[in-house]
């Protein structure tokens, strides 16, 4: 006969919004902190976190590889471009979810000048897979943050 699981420890766990860790990967006009990871939940297939883009920032044309991106608007607006001369776009407030198939090439703005943009944002794995692709983008950059994208540069 299989042994009980232990259910307290191996079970539901909850995050608190104070517990967020910001020990992640950051970049410039975004901030990110991690929620659901392999080390603080055990969760072995998903990753979760929050991300708070400032006014006017935006990421470089980049994707994810493999990984199936969800972005949940808590607050603010945000624009994607996607294609591979970024020539799609669309907008989404807060209530909306923005997905983001593998492979996609895309890019990430706030769309207001005035505002920061809060998301909540789920991938597929647990790898922090950022490919940048060297393709300028149709948004201009906003004053004072030329060219400061949020995904930095992979050596």
Not at 91 to 100: K, L, T
Not at 135 to 140: L, R, T
Request: with cysteine; glycine share 10%.
């Amino acid at each position: 006969m299989p042994a009980t699981p232990d259910w307290r420890h191996n079970g539901v766990k909850i995050i608190r919004a104070g517990e967020l860790d910001p020990n992640t990967p950051q970049t410039p006009g975004m901030t990110r902190a991690a929620a659901i990871t392999h080390a603080r939940t055990g969760a072995s297939k998903l990753w979760a976190g929050t991300v708070v883009v400032e006014p006017g920032a935006k990421t470089g044309h980049h994707h994810h590889g493999d990984l199936e991106t969800v972005l949940y608007i808590v607050r603010g607006r945000a624009r994607m471009r996607w294609g591979d001369s970024l020539e799609f776009s669309g907008e989404a407030g807060p209530g909306d979810f923005i997905f983001v198939p593998p492979w996609v090439p895309h890019q990430e703005i706030n769309a207001r000048p005035d505002e920061p943009c809060e998301a909540v944002v789920v991938r597929s794995g647990q790898e922090p897979v950022v490919v940048n692709l060297p393709i300028d983008s149709p948004e201009p950059a906003a004053p004072g943050r030329p060219g400061a994208p949020f995904h930095p540069e992979q050596k």
